[in-house]
């Protein structure tokens, strides 16, 4: 199954939060900015489906003499401190279910990138968890 078309934004969105701020809020519509990361493989594969961590976590290179080569699985944060600050990202067809397409390599969608996701409060969600249903990706330029 393909992408929809207008997935990838061309301009980036205003008024994005963070992931912390978005989980925090009750609002159906997000703009939600964050680095795609959390895992070794923050991707599913053959599925639409990413982890976005909140900014404001550290990734293991930025840290002073860490030297890790996968420093978006943020193994240098304690655990329950990257929970709080990460959601899933889903891009859905008409019944709900997230794409049979992977993300990964797509017009800049890799481990690490900072993007912001315009999209929908998923209803299967479950308590402490996000997950934003995507309509658009901006990939943020470095």
């Known amino acids: 199954m393909s992408l929809p078309a207008n997935l990838i934004l061309s301009a980036e969105p205003p008024?994005?939060?963070?992931?912390k701020d978005a989980k925090a809020t009750s609002d159906?519509?997000?703009?939600?900015r964050g680095r795609i990361g959390g895992r070794v493989?923050?991707?599913?594969?053959s599925s639409a489906?990413?982890?976005?961590?909140?900014?404001?976590?550290?990734?293991?290179?930025?840290l002073h003499g860490d030297g890790c080569r996968t420093p978006w699985d943020y193994c240098c944060e304690p655990r329950e401190n990257l929970l709080a600050a990460m959601a899933t990202v889903q891009v859905v067809g008409d019944d709900g279910?997230?794409?049979?397409?992977?993300?990964?390599?797509?017009?800049g969608?890799?481990?690490g990138a900072e993007v912001v996701v315009v999209g929908r409060r998923a209803s299967n969600e479950n308590a402490g968890t996000l997950v934003i249903d995507a309509r658009g990706i901006y990939?943020?330029?470095?």
């Open 109 to 111: 969608l890799e481990p």
């Open 49 to 62: 489906i990413f982890l976005l961590v909140d900014k404001s976590l550290k990734m293991c290179n930025e």
């Open 15 to 19: 008024n994005a939060i963070g992931v």
């Open 28 to 32: 159906e519509e997000l703009v939600v």
């Open 97 to 107: 279910r997230p794409l049979n397409a992977g993300l990964r390599g797509r017009n």
């Open 139 to 142: 990939v943020v330029k470095r």
């Open 41 to 45: 493989d923050p991707f599913v594969p």
